[in-house]
């Protein structure tokens, strides 16, 4: 077989993979508009759950998962991209920081549930915070850093170097040129990491549901210290634990649906913001 006929082959074998991946996407996606839609009503988004959830809104739901992903972001993207400007900008380039890296990849495949039991050991016993927004917020902080960190380090990378040469033979100090002449070029890209932690933050499960997610709680939360309900978590009571889940499976789609709209919404937040940096820079 010839290199262009090779390279026919692996360029449509791709594209395949590729075509597939969007029609099942696509399927899941329209399945879960056609039948959540109709669930859709200003009671569904606004009421209080009845009957252990199946009944009623998913208000607070929708609070919780808000307060969580929010209060994942806050303590992850500080943390996250400091600690890539430090890996990339200041540390030495030897063993150790070889080592750090390898970790940071390794723990960015480590199954949700592990930060989970993680976070139940630190943040809810060791640390005293119990069941509560805080503990599930950092829990979730701790689970996309790695992704971010990742992410961040990668834009900061791609930034030329002779941006910072130039910075510094002009006198600027090194935290001047990080700031002044780096940053500006790589935060679009480190954007990016903090839209791919954002969507996992709002979709998981495992790690809320032993640091901070209530089976059944119809009210608002008063404090970070307070448990909430979460729409995963919701989700998965609904689809596993209620009894009859035919009769609860137009709110298993209503939730469903929410979920998404939730991390689209919080996905292109920041897409636009990453875009704005963008208009910015002229290279």
């Known amino acids: 077989m010839k290199a262009a006929q090779k390279e026919s082959l692996a360029f449509n074998s791709i594209r395949l993979v590729t075509y597939f991946i969007v029609i099942v996407v696509g399927y899941l996606l329209f399945d879960i508009l056609l039948k959540g839609v109709p669930t859709i009503?200003?009671?569904?988004?606004?009421?209080?759950?009845?009957?252990?959830?199946?009944?009623?809104?998913?208000?607070?739901?929708?609070?919780?998962?808000i307060y969580l992903v929010f209060g994942a972001l806050i303590f992850a993207i500080p943390l996250g991209m400091g600690s890539a400007i430090y890996l990339s900008e200041y540390a030495m380039q030897g063993r150790l920081n070889r080592y750090i890296r390898l970790a940071i990849i390794t723990l960015a495949g480590v199954p949700s549930i592990v930060f989970g039991l993680?976070?139940?050991?630190?943040?809810?016993?060791?640390?005293?915070?119990?069941?509560?927004?805080?503990?599930?917020?950092?829990?979730?902080?701790f689970m996309i850093l790695p992704t971010i960190i990742v992410s961040s380090e990668e834009a900061l990378q791609a930034v030329p170097m002779g941006l910072r040469e130039a910075s510094l033979a002009l006198g600027a100090t090194q935290w001047q040129t990080v700031y002044k002449s780096v940053l500006p070029f790589a935060l679009p890209g480190m954007f990016t990491g903090s839209i791919l932690g954002i969507g996992r933050a709002a979709g998981e499960t495992a790690p809320i549901l032993l640091t901070?997610?209530?089976?059944?709680?119809?009210r608002l939360p008063k404090s970070i210290f307070d448990q909430v309900m979460a729409l995963p978590y919701h989700l998965y009571v609904l689809a596993t634990q209620h009894p009859d889940t035919v009769k609860?499976?137009?709110?298993?789609?209503?939730?469903?649906?929410?979920?998404?709209?939730?991390?689209?919404?919080?996905?292109?937040?920041?897409?636009?913001?990453?875009?704005?940096?963008?208009?910015?820079?002229?290279?």
Request: glycine letters at 12%.
């Open 41 to 65: 009503s200003w009671e569904f988004i606004t009421g209080l759950p009845r009957k252990s959830g199946a009944e009623g809104g998913i208000y607070p739901a929708i609070i919780g998962t």
């Open 118 to 141: 993680f976070g139940l050991g630190l943040f809810v016993l060791f640390f005293g915070f119990g069941a509560s927004i805080l503990a599930g917020s950092l829990t979730l902080a």
């Open 212 to 218: 901070v997610a209530a089976f059944f709680l119809p």
């Open 248 to 283: 609860v499976l137009p709110m298993q789609y209503g939730t469903a649906l929410v979920l998404i709209v939730i991390v689209v919404f919080f996905n292109l937040t920041a897409i636009i913001l990453r875009n704005k940096f963008r208009k910015k820079i002229k290279w």
